[in-house]
């Protein structure tokens, strides 16, 4: 059986800052609300949005993706 890999936590959206990009953490519905600010405003720098959508479990694909490896 193949193991999946596990990252460390990162902070992707300072990272991106660091790079020039606007960015949002968003790990609940009510963190999406600057991105739609971001959406209806004038934009003048790329949006990242670092989503932690499913916490405890790789996401359903991946599981999917290595069921019987």
């Known amino acids: 059986m193949l193991d999946t890999v596990r990252c ?3 902070d992707f959206a300072a990272i991106a800052r660091g790079h020039g990009f ?6 609940d519905v ?4 600057p991105v739609a600010s971001w959406v209806a405003g004038r934009r ?3 949006l990242l ?8 479990r790789p996401s359903w694909w991946l599981e999917e993706a290595f069921r019987g490896h």
């Open 30 to 33: 009510e963190d999406l609300a």
């Open 44 to 46: 003048s720098a790329p």
């Open 8 to 10: 460390p936590a990162t």
């Open 22 to 27: 606007e960015a949002v953490t968003v790990r």
């Open 49 to 56: 949005v670092d989503a932690e959508v499913a916490r405890g």
